[in-house]
């Protein structure tokens, strides 16, 4: 959602001269949070989940599903239950938490329930964003409240709903800018915010920012954004499809008023005046404040300024708006070459899927998470260990195979929004300064552990902005925290509202939170706020790549797995670092088609960190399906490199250093082999060794004492589903949905989806999410055998939470765990191993049988 302000907001070339002024007053803001807050401790865990549900419009007579444009009505609905609680005396509030039933109250202070959900616009007119309305806590039992909490703002979004409406937690709708795709229709496309040949501008949310972002996007681009998506081919699908098919369906522009459009930019011109030329002499050349920062051994820094001026002295894109026709400048952009072409369908074509408008990114939902840190170092170690994890659950979670009325050679969104937003210019682009979009993966570790070698692991350079950086500096910021915020203000202001000047930088972190909301990465790390409704906050990591899926039961599934490996993460003390180079490698491999099957990703062999804190010297000798002993350790027995006879069958080898005596060597492993786990073993193919992440969080939840049978049984549900998606048992909801369009009847193997197609898709997923229906493919036996069949109220979800944390359950803890957890752990891990090993050495007899056999 980003930061929501009120206010008028000002357009890109009025906002030009107060954007060193956002970043100075933003610096001086994160540096006030930071002095007053950087060595607060014991902050509890407290977490969250946040869902972006799609609002649908079905019309069975037709057979004909669209996207209703009614959500920031909706949205009003659902958030009086909120407005009437925050309108109650605090201390009604508190006491509601805790009166009994058959107390009575007085007439004086009405009782007000808690929200337990809240509901926040976002960027697109057919979404709904929704959340808890109490974070989360560290009971164990709060676990299983996240299924139940999700399947009450279902129910909530659907008792406000229209005859006709449906509710679905849907990533990706697939006819979007496919003629008519909405209810109501809205006015024609060319409109004047995002110019775009296939969007109207009625999807975007009405609240200013939204607006605002998506102009002010393209005017400091100088053209609307430029969205290229492989094309998936089939049998009979063209080499190039149409960019522009008139009245047709597919990239169906219709309606477009070129004199609406050329009076707009008149308007736009005379409103200007001179402004323009002036706007543009104001704008700080990119050499200006900017400078590469590369680590070196030791944590010494190399800096290297840049050299780069705009063409002629100015930015020529600032005038495109006012000195050419708007309509026609798009078209070119497009690659149609003149506007009346539009009639000629397939003249114009692209091999590619091609967007041009901020809807088709952001208007795309995800599930994302907001986890407490005990400290700011905690939360920093966090967000690196999860930036690591970021690529390979997009990937596990992919739900997003066709855009724009095509099937796409991709499965996920991450790149579709990062073009979205991409406000560089194109003298930016083509010198990559920056080097990458606003919404992007992380560009640098920010932890100060010893875990984090930066000449290592930050082995890219990093883009700042020099008098940020040398103000945090100045003011006692340690280098690579004050490198990640000078980085992240390398970028301009894109929102200013007029009302900027009178934010107080000792109580608010809104000039901060301008910048860091709009630098949209894969994960995002969050200081506490001064004032406000969330002052009691601390230091948060916010996990961001997920993609939605259509029940509650497999959104629930993957938050509890995120939050359980965190848990994990922190009691283990795991190493997870990687190169940020290859996290670019991963994300990259992420977005091919089937990824989960197909792709391979970096990740470490070695995973526990810290040998000298792990003095348990937890061990468990095993004889391995090769014939020889092996040890199970989470610490190095060989400080240096193995000789010889260290490598011998017939001695102990520890779990950590069982191939490959580099403790920061890594390979790269399938997604079930990095969430399964890999074979142990110390003959041929069988030397790694790697437990696998679910494996760590089921011995997480083994040695946890006190929890209760029900919520066992529960969270194994969740991580057995988790590990059968990671293992390809069952198909991620991309490769099932691109399944089910390619079998309809409709379908001609040529990669479009038909109307048809999509309406008996949705339908599909409604009964599905509903519990009507089951999916064996992409569910197994977990749907709907583990469907909540009643769903509770608020009240009665109220009461519930409260009842959990009455009672003595046993809680999520991190490092205060690890003395109990490792002796636990290693029985599991041994198990899971040595298991492992025997099943691979049984395939590889089998295979190697087989080989002697066709040689026979």
């Known amino acids: 959602m980003g930061l929501l302000t009120t206010g008028r907001p000002l357009i890109w070339w009025d906002s030009l001269p107060h954007l060193n002024y956002i970043r100075e007053h933003g610096i001086e803001q994160f540096v006030n949070v930071f002095i007053a807050t950087h060595d607060r401790q014991g902050d509890v865990l407290k977490w969250g989940d946040e869902i972006e549900y799609t609002i649908l419009n079905v019309n069975e007579e037709e057979r004909r599903a669209y996207l209703s444009l009614r959500a920031p009505e909706i949205i009003l609905e659902l958030q009086r239950e909120e407005e009437q609680a925050t309108q109650a005396p605090v201390t009604t509030l508190q006491q509601r938490l805790t009166r009994d039933d058959d107390e009575g109250h007085d007439d004086e202070h009405p009782v007000v329930e808690v929200p337990e959900t809240l509901w926040r616009p976002e960027y697109a007119n057919w979404m709904v964003e929704g959340t808890p309305g109490v974070p989360y806590s560290c009971y164990m039992r709060d676990l299983v409240l996240v299924e139940q909490n999700m399947a009450l703002r279902r129910a909530q979004i659907r008792h406000v709903l229209r005859p006709g409406e449906r509710v679905l937690s849907l990533t990706a709708y697939p006819l979007l800018g496919c003629g008519r795709f909405s209810e109501p229709s809205g006015r024609g496309v060319c409109g004047p915010v995002a110019r775009s040949l296939y969007l109207p501008d009625a999807v975007i949310n009405p609240h ?4 605002t972002l998506t102009r002010n996007i393209r005017l400091r681009r100088g053209h609307p954004v430029a969205i290229h998506v492989p094309l998936y081919h089939d049998l009979k699908t063209p080499s190039q499809i149409p960019i522009w098919e008139g009245g047709t369906r597919h990239g169906g522009v219709v309606e477009v008023d070129s004199r609406q459009t050329s009076e707009e930019l008149d308007r736009l011109t005379s409103k200007a005046g001179g402004q323009l030329a002036s706007a543009a002499n104001t704008r700080p050349t990119p050499s200006e404040g900017l400078v590469w920062l590369r680590s070196q051994p030791e944590d010494k820094v190399e800096k290297e300024r840049i050299s780069l001026t ?19 400048h798009l078209c070119e952009t497009a690659g149609l070459a003149d506007l009346n072409d539009r009639h000629h369908d397939g003249k114009c074509t692209s091999p590619d899927i091609y967007m041009d408008a901020m809807g088709f990114g952001m208007g795309l939902c995800c599930l994302q998470i907001t986890l407490q840190a005990a400290n700011m170092d905690e939360g920093r170690y966090l967000y690196d260990q999860l930036a690591v994890l970021a690529p390979v659950m997009l990937a596990l979670t992919a739900a997003t195979p066709a855009l724009r009325g095509f099937l796409a050679n991709t499965d996920v969104r991450w790149n579709i929004i990062s073009a979205s937003v991409d406000d560089r210019t194109p003298l930016e682009s083509n010198h990559e300064c920056p080097p990458n979009s606003r919404y992007s993966s992380i560009d640098c570790f920010i932890s100060n552990r010893p875990e984090m070698k930066a000449h290592l692991y930050n082995d890219r350079p990093v883009l700042i902005h020099e008098r940020s950086y040398e103000r945090l500096i100045e003011a006692g910021v340690d280098e690579r925290l004050a490198r990640h915020v000078a980085h992240l203000f390398v970028r301009d202001p894109l929102v200013i509202f007029d009302d900027f000047a009178s934010v107080d930088d000792r109580e608010s972190l809104t000039h901060f939170e301008n910048l860091q909301s709009t630098n949209w990465n894969t994960v995002r790390f969050k200081p506490p706020a001064q004032t406000g409704a969330n002052t009691s906050a601390g230091w948060r990591t916010e996990f961001r790549p997920m993609e939605l899926q ?14 359980l490996l965190s848990r994990c993460i922190l009691a283990f003390g795991m190493n997870l670092y990687i190169p940020i180079s290859k996290i670019d490698e991963n994300l990259a491999k992420a977005h091919q088609r089937d990824a989960v099957l ?12 810290r040998e000298a804190e792990l003095s348990c010297s937890v061990q468990c000798h095993y004889r391995c399906a090769c014939g020889a002993e092996h040890c199970i350790s989470f610490q190095s027995q060989h400080t240096g490199s193995p000789t010889r006879s260290d490598l011998s069958p017939s001695r102990s080898c520890p779990f950590r250093f069982c191939t490959d005596p580099d403790p920061e060597a890594m390979e790269l492993m399938t997604i079930d082999e990095i969430m399964n786990g890999k074979p142990c073993c110390e003959k041929h193919a069988f030397r790694k060794a790697y437990p696998g992440l679910v494996t760590l969080v089921r011995a997480y939840l083994d040695a946890m004492p006190g929890l209760d049978q029900a919520t066992r049984t529960r969270l194994s549900a969740y991580l057995d589903f988790v590990s059968a998606r990671a293992s390809g048992r069952l198909l991620t909801f991309a490769a099932w949905m691109r399944q089910f369009i390619m079998n309809h009847a409709s379908y001609q193997q040529d990669s479009r989806v038909t109307p048809e197609a999509c309406y008996d898709l949705l339908q599909h997923c409604i009964e599905l999410a509903e519990g009507r229906r089951s999916e064996p493919a992409l569910l ?8 909540i069949q009643k769903n509770l109220t608020s009240h009665e979800f109220s009461k519930l939470r409260s009842q ?8 999520l803890r991190g490092e205060s765990f690890r003395e109990e957890l490792l002796p636990a752990a290693a029985s599991r891990i041994l198990d899971t191993v040595s298991i492992c090993a025997r099943t691979s050495l049984c395939t590889h007899e089998d295979h190697r049988h087989h080989h002697d056999h066709r040689r026979q």
Not at 208 to 211: A, C, D, Q
Not at 310 to 328: F, L
């Open 208 to 211: 200013p920012r939204f607006g």
């Open 310 to 328: 705009w063409i002629d002295g100015h930015e020529p894109v600032m005038q495109y708006d006012a000195q050419q026709d708007g309509a026609r």
């Open 550 to 563: 259509i029940t509650d039961f497999e959104n629930a599934a993957f938050t509890v797995f995120m939050v």
């Open 598 to 609: 197909q792709g391979k990703f970096w990740f470490r062999k070695h995973i526990f960190a």
């Open 780 to 787: 197994g036996e977990f749907w709907p055998k583990h469907h």
């Open 804 to 811: 959990i944390h009455e009672e003595d359950s046993p809680q």
